[in-house]
């Protein structure tokens, strides 16, 4: 089965426990803009993300507050904060990198926060099941333009997943790929 489905490109950004926000910001955290998955929403709040050997500014929270604090960067970023990440599902942070977050004269290290986001496909449990599909399987995705080419990537379900695509900016420009970018799945 193939079908199309719009892509989603995500930058770098932080997710955080409401505890550590508040370490680094003394106001509430406020919404810049929703995205497209059921209550999640970027925030107007932005940190400076810090290795030993560089930092990257304006790295935007995202929100609500999560369990667990992490940092999702690109294998480029990576490059620039001498770091090495691993390529993890959202959530799996054993033994991934650490990073300082800072806000100001205020600053965090978080210990085993730091991964590079595995591609994936959002979707609600009703589109998995119409897909026959199940979480963690991994599915291809073929891009047809300039920089054609397939990628894999791994099946997401949450109870109102919006059916898309995401991937980090490193792979949205290998494959000439923008926000809105239609690809096709196969199953």
Known sequence: ???NITVGVSNRHCHLTEEVYKKLFDEEINVKSYLNQPGEFASDKVVTIKTEKSEIKNVR????????????????????????????????????????????????????????????????????????????QVVKVHVDNDKSGVMNAYVKITDNGYFEMHIDRDDANAFMLTNGSVVTLEI
């Open 61 to 136: 929270i995202l929100g609500p507050f999560r369990k667990y604090n992490q940092v999702e960067i690109s294998a480029a970023d990576a490059y620039t904060l001498g770091i090495n990440p691993p390529v993890r599902k959202s959530g799996n942070l054993e033994n991934s990198e650490t990073i300082t977050l800072i806000n100001g004269e205020k600053e965090i290290t978080l210990e085993n926060a730091c991964i590079i986001a595995n591609r994936h496909i959002h979707m609600s449990k009703d589109k998995a099941s119409e897909l026959g599909v199940v979480e963690d």
């Open 1 to 3: 089965m193939k079908l």
